[in-house]
């Protein structure tokens, strides 16, 4: 997985799975499947050739089918982002933009996260 940007609230983790193209949304995203202790508990899709409206089209689609967002959290010292959260019963969602728009360089992700274990244990 990338190194998340300074103020993330997401880990750098590594990956034994991987599927180099898929497609979903109309985006095409490189997904990574993390494990803790034999059992899945992070997906991560990278765009590899984000443009400008990328990061709007993802949150478009991520709000249409769960709602809007729990929190947005600024990211980055120099190279500025934002992280957009979406935090369910079942998963936490995140969606990582940055980059310089201007300039046409835009980084984005979304992570797919299990449930903390105390909130996994607390539901019925």
């Known amino acids: 997985f990338a190194r998340p940007q300074l103020g993330s609230s997401l880990v750098a983790g590594t990956t034994d799975v991987a599927i180099p193209s898929y497609e979903a949304d109309g985006t095409t995203f490189r997904v990574l499947f993390g494990f803790d202790k034999d059992a899945l508990n992070r997906i991560h899709l990278e765009v590899p050739k984000a443009s400008v409206g990328t990061c709007e089209g993802i949150e478009k689609a991520v709000t249409d089918k769960h709602g809007g967002p729990a929190n947005r959290t600024t990211t980055g010292s120099s190279h500025k982002g934002e992280e957009t ?10 969606l990582s933009c940055s980059g310089v728009k201007s300039l046409g360089f835009v980084r984005a992700s979304l992570d797919y996260l299990a449930p903390a274990p105390a909130a996994a244990t607390a539901a019925p």
């Open 85 to 94: 959260v979406w935090t369910l019963p079942d998963q936490t969602i995140v």
